[in-house]
């Protein structure tokens, strides 16, 4: 089938495009929602098409506009087969993020504008969709910056909080910093004048001095890494994905973090090269902590969204442990074995936003169903949504890198690419890389906690509030959503073994070393010499048949269930005071992590005044605050308002001073034109 | 296909033999406080009644509670089809390696911990978070020594691993293979729920991890649970013998190896659930909060384990 | 030339309507409007022309000399002066109720533009200066239109910098002029500056670099250079919102163009270092303190205009980049004209709605006035150089010419205070936007003709941040060459 | 001779600079002004006269016309409408101011040094004068603390300038000339209005007062 590609391509910015002038102008909000989600979807499906026909021929997509800002270099399109993967992450989620929206903003209809809303959900499709077919400097952080504006916009939809106006403000401004970052990495890498083409940038940084290749790799690290919302530049993160709209979150969660993982693939393993060992030691470091960090955090929290965010912060670390690897592995002149490791950072990339989506849009119903966030308010919701409840199990599952679903063969992938580090002979590597290992592993030990907790807590046991007991599930049409990506989470860890050979074609493609891996033996997902070996099907097929013939033989016996109130010490009725709570829950883990939490904790007791020994209440509050905030951000923020308020008395109101000013700078300039003899 | 059958019999073996384990525990403990004690074969006594009474389930447990003793029950014996037990055949029947083990044995843990969520029990939820607890933190560990045990072999595949430490037993006995596999076996203590982590012998709410998990548990479900247990602890201990002290066991398929790598098994096994045994007698319980000195000190093993390979090599 | 004269001679003509008639009358609004536009026209025809056949000469000879620099800001004062005279009080202000105040608002509106076309359109240095010195008269005239204190205190602290500062340009102006009648004599157009480039080389560099520092300080204090910008901030907030227009919008410009045409003339004799040297220095001062002072800062007008003396920092230091640098720079001075007056129209709006220049009181504006604060939104994301805006294209230029030139420190420096400017203002603009507006505030807009006039140059803006159309390419590339020594 | 006379028209400018400095009322700020300008006609007609270039006359009487007699006429009734404004405090005392001023002289003298060396004009000796009044002008501005005599200073410098332009290049073009002066005097005039203007609306012209607005 041959397939119209740049016509593709042109509907798909077409699409976006009219979907969000036809919002913004929609003479109701009913019509300003159908534009959107017609408009949003359609554009999604032309990328997906052009996505795919790039990632079926393997030969890259050319599109040209050099007389758009010409001086800029003009827009320049070019999509190979990692920027294609991306797209049709994109796009995939785009797509049925859209269809989704469509119902949930429903409950917006009349309270505040969907036009607004329409017009920046499509600039954000927009913009995340040309972030990786980007050909040229410009045409990126145009498409980049267009999607952080978007996306701001976004997050303060909700903004009657103040809790998402600071989010938003925290998110811009990591964001730009980012930004700011990225213009020098670019630009540093340019060989001549003017020659800002990618093309010009990889010619370019094949000749730069080692000095520069490094601050290229660094800026473009923490640039990317800002995006990515690695640890400790994910502060934002927290803060803006849960603000946003649910669709939106699994939008930004799902896709936009993981254009930083594309930026940061695209500069270190296609423009930069091979570098050397510390560039892959730093990525790993940054990993672990962004790992651990990310799953400590989520395990405390109590507002499901945010969990859900934090839960991305640990992903990002994942996939930066597998980069790292590669990074590590490819510096002592393995290419062959650094693939597993991009291969399995490119496989979880695509796996997390398979149940990050699914996670946050099963999220979204919940909140619609329950109307609130915190989890504390929650549980017994798998009665009255059972089918949300199913697709955040699964969601949950994989989360939890449990197998057969997709988080567990690209952890085993991740872990693979860490072992295949302990074979080089240097003790930096042999101590790094194991300790690499214990971090992923505690990782996900923790994710599976912070998952428990979360579905646990949220869907099973007794309703916590009235809201939740009176849960139920949205329009029908916000299960299609659910159902694509959960059936993407299983399938994709099933037939794991071809997505990674996918993934090895691709990174094949861009690093241009021949591939000697082993990609997908079938149905076995292979290390690196293929000496280890796991079938995911096969797991699944033999658990599946094991608990079916246990089940089989079960019932063959017979046996009567009775229903009976749950035990209680003798108490008469189970309450739902009686459960434990969200927090009781992460309570073991937070005393055994207290060094890294340093939790702030307030206990006060109140008595009947005349009788001193009958309490009336108890309060207990204990709160996390990350540290790593205090630390890190709040010297940067007291700093810039220090100078600011020196800054501020310099306009002190009186002409007599600002006239002094003026003769001090002339003075000042006249006495500069000696230094210049 | 001979490998498949030998995969199926040392299955069908683990599913056979792991009650037996923890009754012979129980028993040992016993003799050695100077009681009788239940027989070792008690555990399959107890299955079989259980299997016929009726199940009392919770009115607020959904379906969950309900689909996680068969989850338990599969996930552990797929684990253990893993395992090599009495022979340690290379190739592809075996579905996964000890990565794949660990996180398959995790999914039933995952899902006993919801289930004790699910009946709203405050016993369930203190026992699934406090399992999850001593999971998250025996990861790691259990990681390190599978990392030790893939540098010497380059694999962390079973077959490989075994036929490694067989074809070099020089390196088995060096330091790095021991302080694996110290850490294994604190590691084993904590995840299968015995002293001094948990006590499967209490029911006191102060102290219960696992039996505060299952509470709710009655009938065939109790029994599909219980012998879920007995075979993560089984597939441990086999973990523990066969890949550190792998001799005797059967690496062609022919009638007398495999005859003499069950006796091994079977003695192996036997020689370690004994010192399980010796070692609960001796000790007393945790405080909660003391587990994770004693696991932190099990992940320094496995890291000195890795270190030490490391240098050896 | 007709083209010339009538961009001349219709601002006047509109300010001699505005004296004549007495008292205001609405239709004097409009004629004035069409006279801008007229004069809107002939700047663009202007434009086209200069582009297609080079420097455009009155018929004084040496008077009146067009190069495609002076077009291009002829074309930015004109439609600045346009809006302002479509925007400001008279026609679109529902509260025109003193004719005496609009007639004097529109009587020294056009003089106001007159003199900053004049000043771009002479090539004789000296009547530029004149023309710049008139603009500060005739401004100051105009900023206390309703006699506050502060605007009285404003305008004053103006007047006296302003002059000041000037004054020293002309002492510059004259030491150059000494030069060249020293060296070279007397000679006829020895005042013009092309005349003047031409003749650099052998002039004396000791003696152009103190001009140079003269007239830098000079300008530079027109042109709302740290740390010479004081009277900036108090002027440019205590204007009404057409004056502050077309202050902020173009004025600044006319005396960043009037350095540039030193510049060139001075990097004939001297050693480029030292002017280059000279603008990135006053040009990073003025981005530090346009940055810093926006953090603390109470009052959106105020916070315009610091973000004024933050943009006009930025075209200094773009100014000494190099080629690519002054065509960003000049690109830079189109787009922040367009988005700047843009934005203190809207500040406007804002202000007769709310009552009150604290950010702190204004709240909830996308409820009060959706259009309204969409387009300052739009206006402020412009200013803080975000897609799809112009300014994105010409900050992104910016950073390149910097980079490409190996002034790496300048990116490093500039990039950091970018971030401060644009969290910052984001975040002032985050807190009008949205949440409740005070009750008694009136909700609700509806879709007058303003709003249109004003959506006008947020589409221009995006315009020029996707396509950069091809004439405007063309014009900015000529602007560059017209300043190549 | 010609040097000789411009040099003492130029000193005698200095001189008048410095008495504005050292003297605290303004009715003696006007003289002294008055007196400066009647030098600065002296030394443009002096210059006029040895380059035999008539367009200086002509300057050096519109000069006279404006400067000399218009402006000090209007800083008169602007005083008396003021009233007497008793004693000026400066910000600097007049020690300091006197000795600043020598300082400022001195670095223009510096300035000037390799700019003359450049030039053999007759005149260039009164270049450094030119550039000393300039800055102390200047100071006179930044020190001292009413509006009327900020203007008084402003009206210094424009003269310092004039006499700079009138010894340097003997005048610049007449249409320029003509073109500065309608500035100056636009300049002044709004000026003098906005005196008016903080007198009605702050009841002062004490500039110290105009700090509202700051930050």
Redesign the interface.
């Known amino acids: 089938m041959t397939v119209d590609r740049s016509a593709a391509f042109l509907f798909m910015i077409a699409g976006y495009v009219a979907g969000a002038i036809v919002a913004l102008i929609a003479p109701s909000d009913r019509i300003a929602r159908g534009a959107t989600a017609i408009g949003a979807a359609s554009g999604s499906v032309a990328g997906l098409v052009t996505a795919l026909a790039v990632l079926a021929t393997g030969d890259r997509f050319e599109l040209v506009r050099p007389d758009m800002i010409a001086v800029a270099g003009g827009v320049a399109i070019q999509l190979d087969s990692l920027g294609a993967l991306f797209l049709a992450l994109v796009c995939s989620v785009g797509l049925f993020a859209a269809v989704y929206g469509f119902t949930y903003t429903a409950d917006y209809d009349g309270r505040r504008s969907l036009r607004f809303f329409g017009l920046m959900f499509n600039a954000f499709l927009l913009g995340m969709s040309l972030v990786p077919c980007a050909a040229n400097v410009f045409t990126f952080l145009f498409a980049w910056e267009l999607m952080a504006v978007a996306s701001y916009f976004l997050v303060m939809t909700e903004h009657e909080s103040s809790d998402a106006r600071a989010a938003g403000l925290w998110y811009a401004a990591m964001t730009h910093f980012g930004f700011v970052l990225l213009l020098p990495m670019f630009l540093i890498m340019a060989p001549a004048a003017g020659a800002t083409a990618f093309v010009d940038l990889r010619a370019g940084a094949s000749a730069l001095p080692p000095a520069a290749r490094s601050t290229v790799f660094a800026l473009a690290l923490a640039a990317f890494g800002s995006k990515a919302g690695v640890v400790p530049l994910h502060v934002w993160l927290p803060r803006a994905h849960p603000a946003a709209p649910s669709h939106v979150s699994a939008l930004m969660s799902g896709v936009m973090i993981k254009l930083g993982v594309y930026g940061l693939l695209r500069v270190t393993s296609d423009f930069l090269g091979t570098g050397p060992a510390w560039w892959g030691g730093l990525v790993l470091a940054v990993g672990s902590l962004s790992a651990l960090g990310g799953v400590l955090y989520a395990l405390t929290e109590n507002d499901l969204k945010r969990l859900l965010a934090y839960s991305s912060v640990e992903n990002v670390g994942v996939i930066f442990l597998g980069i790292g690897a590669a990074l590590v592995l490819q510096s002592y002149g393995l290419p062959a074995l650094a693939m597993v490791g991009f291969g399995a950072a490119l496989l979880h990339t695509v796996n997390h936003a398979c149940f990050k989506t699914l996670l946050f849009l099963a999220a979204g119903n919940v909140l619609r169903g329950a109307r609130t966030r915190n989890m504390e308010q929650m549980g017994g919701l798998i009665k009255g949504m059972p089918v949300t409840a199913m697709a955040f199990l699964i969601g949950s599952a994989a989360a939890a890198a449990l197998p057969p679903l997709n988080g567990f063969a690209s952890e085993w992938m991740v872990f693979q690419a860490l072992l295949s580090g302990a074979q080089i002979a240097k003790p930096e590597v042999a101590i790094g890389s194991p300790l690499a290992v214990g971090v992923l592993a505690l990782t996900s030990g923790l994710a599976a906690a912070t998952f428990v907790k979360a579905f646990g807590i949220s869907f099973l046991a007794m309703p916590r509030s009235d809201a939740a007991a009176a849960a139920r599930e949205p329009h029908w049409s916000a299960w299609t959503a659910l159902g694509a990506f959960a059936a993407a989470t299983v399938v994709l860890g099933l037939f794991a073994p071809s997505a990674i050979a996918a993934m090895y074609r691709i990174v094949e493609s861009v690093t241009a070393t021949p591939r000697n891996v082993t990609g997908g033996g079938g149905i076995w997902l292979l290390s690196a010499h293929g000496v280890a070996a796991v079938s995911p099907l096969l797991i699944a097929v033999l658990v599946a048949s094991v608990a079916f013939v246990a089940f089989a033989s079960i019932r063959a016996r017979g046996f009567d269930v009775r229903v009976a109130d749950t035990w209680g010490c003798g108490r008469i009725r189970q309450t739902a005071r009686m459960e434990y709570t969200s927090s009781a829950f992460a309570e073991p883990l937070r005393r055994i992590f207290s060094e890294l939490y340093r939790p702030t904790e307030d206990f006060s007791v109140s008595v009947h005044p005349e009788a001193r020994l009958i309490i009336r209440s108890i309060t207990y509050t204990t709160r996390i605050v990350p540290w790593i905030e205090k630390a890190l951000y709040e010297p940067v923020t007291r700093g810039a308002r220090a100078i600011a308020a020196s800054v501020r008395r310099l306009q002190a109101g009186s002409v007599h001073l600002y006239l002094l000013y003026i003769a001090a700078a002339l003075m000042a300039a006249l006495a500069s034109a000696w230094w210049f003899e | 296909m001979s490998r498949a059958i030998a995969i199926l019999f040392q299955t069908l073996l683990a599913a056979g033999l792991a009650p037996l384990v923890g009754g012979f525990i129980r028993w040992v403990k016993a003799r050695l406080n100077g009681r009788r004690g239940a027989p070792p074969w008690q555990p399959y006594y107890d299955i079989q009644k259980l299997?016929?009474?009726?199940?009392?389930?919770?009115?607020?447990?959904?379906?969950?509670f309900r689909a996680t003793p068969?989850?338990v029950?599969?996930?552990s014996?797929?684990v253990a089809?893993f395992v090599p037990l009495v022979a340690a055949p290379a190739g592809?029947f075996i579905?996964?390696?000890l990565?794949?083990a660990v996180?398959?044995l995790?999914?039933g843990?995952?899902f006993l911990?919801?289930a004790?969520?699910?009946?709203?029990?405050?016993f369930?939820?203190?026992g699934?978070?406090?399992e999850?607890?001593v999971?998250?933190?025996?990861?790691?560990?259990?990681?390190?020594s599978i990392?030790a045990l893939?540098?010497n072999a380059?694999?962390?595949?079973f077959s490989?691993i075994v036929s490694r430490t067989l074809a070099e037993p020089a390196a088995a006995l060096g330091p790095g293979h021991l302080l694996a596999f110290a850490a294994l076996f604190i590691v084993t203590l904590a995840e299968t729920g015995r002293l001094p982590v948990d006590n499967p012998a209490t029911h006191l709410e102060l102290t219960m991890i696992h039996e505060a998990m299952v509470?709710?548990y009655s009938?065939?479900y109790l029994a599909?649970v219980e012998w879920g247990a007995s075979l993560k602890l089984f597939v441990f201990l086999a973990l523990a013998v066969n890949l550190f002290m792998p001799w005797g066991i059967a690496v062609s398929l022919a009638p007398i190896p495999l005859a003499i790598g069950l006796v091994t098994f079977v003695v192996k096994i036997g020689v370690l659930a004994t010192a399980i045994a010796v070692l609960e007698t001796r000790v007393a319980k945790l405080r909660?909060?003391r587990v994770?000195e004693l696991l932190s000190a099990s992940?320094v093993l496995?890291?000195l384990a890795?270190?030490s390979t490391?240098l050896a090599? | 030339m007709p083209s010339l004269s009538l961009l001349l001679v219709a601002p006047l003509v509109a300010a001699a309507l505005a004296i004549v008639v007495k008292p205001y009358r609405r239709f004097v609004g409009w004629a004035g409007v069409v006279l801008a536009s007229l004069s809107s026209a002939a700047s663009g025809t202007l434009a086209i022309q200069v582009v297609r056949d080079g420097p455009v000469s009155g018929r004084a000879g040496d008077i009146w000399r067009v190069d495609a620099l002076s077009a291009m800001l002829a074309l930015c004062i004109a439609f600045v002066a346009l809006l302002a005279s479509l925007l400001g009080p008279g026609l679109a202000d529902e509260r025109d109720d003193d004719p005496a105040r609009t007639r004097r608002f529109r009587i020294f509106m056009n003089a106001f533009a007159f003199t900053m076309l004049a000043a771009v359109t002479t090539g004789n240095v000296a009547l530029m200066w004149v023309a710049v010195e008139a603009t500060t008269i005739m401004s100051a005239i105009v900023i206390p239109l309703d006699r506050t204190k502060a605007s009285v205190e404003a305008s004053w602290k103006y007047i006296l910098i302003c002059s000041v500062g000037i004054a020293l340009a002309f002492t510059g102006t004259v030491l150059a002029y000494f030069d060249f009648v020293s060296t070279a004599g007397e000679v006829p157009g020895s005042l013009n500056w092309d005349v003047l480039r031409d003749a650099a080389p052998s002039l004396h560099p000791e003696l152009l670099q103190l001009a140079f520092a003269f007239i830098l300080i000079g300008y530079g204090t027109k042109a709302g250079l740290a740390p010479m910008h004081t009277w900036l901030p108090d002027a440019h907030s205590e204007a009404p919102p057409a004056i502050s227009a077309m202050m902020s919008g173009v004025l600044l410009a006319v005396a960043m163009y009037a350095i540039a045409r030193w510049k060139v003339v001075v990097d004939g004799a001297v050693d480029r270092r030292f002017t280059t040297t000279l603008l990135i220095a006053f040009g990073l001062a003025s981005v530090a303190l346009g940055a810093f002072s926006l953090v603390i800062q109470r009052h959106y007008k105020r916070m315009l205009a610091y973000s004024s003396i933050e943009h006009m920092g930025l075209v200094a230091v773009g100014l000494a980049l190099g080629p690519l640098g002054t065509f960003a720079a000049w690109l830079h001075v189109a787009n922040h004209a367009i988005a700047k007056s843009a934005s203190f129209l809207l500040a406007g709006r804002v202000l007769r709605r709310y009552g009150t220049t604290e950010i702190d009181d204004v709240t909830g504006l996308l409820r009060a006035m959706p259009w309204t604060g969409t387009l300052l939104a739009a206006g402020i994301l412009a200013l803080v150089g975000l897609p799809p805006f112009g300014l994105f294209v010409s900050e992104f230029l910016l950073v390149r010419a910097a980079v490409e030139t190996r002034h790496l420190a300048v990116v490093g420096v500039v990039l950091l205070l970018m971030v401060v400017a644009f969290v910052s203002l984001l975040g002032h603009l985050n807190r009008m936007l949205y949440g409740d507006p005070p009750p008694a505030v009136a909700t609700g807009e509806r879709r007058s003709w303003p709003l249109f006039a004003l959506a006008v140059p947020i589409a221009l803006l995006i315009v020029l941040g996707v396509a950069l159309p091809a004439p405007v390419d063309a014009l900015i590339r000529q602007c560059v060459a017209s300043l190549a020594p | 001779m010609f040097s000789q006379l411009v040099m003492l028209g130029s000193s005698g400018m200095l001189l008048t600079a410095l008495i504005v400095l050292w003297r605290k009322h303004v009715p003696a700020y006007i003289s002294a002004y008055r007196l400066q300008v009647w030098l600065l006609a002296g030394v443009t007609a002096t210059v006029g006269y040895f380059a035999s270039d008539w367009r200086l006359f002509a300057v050096a009487f519109v000069l006279v016309v404006l400067k000399a007699i218009a402006i000090p006429a209007l800083l008169r009734t602007m005083l008396r409408r003021f009233g007497a404004q008793p004693e000026v405090r400066p910000y600097v005392n007049t020690e300091t101011s006197l000795l600043i001023a020598g300082l400022l002289v001195l670095f223009a003298y510096v300035l000037a040094r390799p700019w003359m060396a450049v030039t053999d004009l007759p005149t260039r000796d009164a270049l450094p004068i030119a550039m000393g009044l300039l800055f102390v002008s200047l100071f006179v501005i930044v020190s001292r603390r009413k509006a009327i005599t900020q203007v008084i200073g402003f009206l210094m410098l424009e003269n310092a300038i004039a006499l700079l332009a009138a010894v340097g290049t003997y005048g610049v073009p007449l249409l320029v000339e003509l073109g500065v002066f309608l500035d100056a005097l636009m300049g002044f005039l709004v000026m003098q209005i906005f005196v008016y203007q903080i007198h009605e609306t702050f009841d002062t012209i004490d500039v110290e007062q105009l700090t509202r607005l700051r930050h």
């Not at chain 2, 016929?52 to 969950?64: D, F, L, M, Y």
């Not at chain 2, 999971?135 to 390190?144: D, G, I, K, S, W």
């Not at chain 2, 380059?154 to 595949?157: I, K, N, P, Q, V």
Request: neutral net charge.
């Open positions: 299997l016929g009474k009726e199940a009392v389930v919770s009115r607020t447990a959904s379906w969950i068969f989850v029950f599969s996930t014996l797929v089809s592809r579905a996964g390696d990565f794949a996180y398959l995790l999914l843990t995952f911990a919801l004790g969520l699910d009946t709203g029990s405050p369930g939820g203190m699934a978070s406090r999850m607890t999971v998250a933190l025996t990861e790691p560990t259990v990681a390190l990392v893939a540098l380059g694999s962390t595949s490989q509470l709710e009938g065939p599909l909660l909060f994770p992940f496995a890291l890795v270190l490391f090599r």
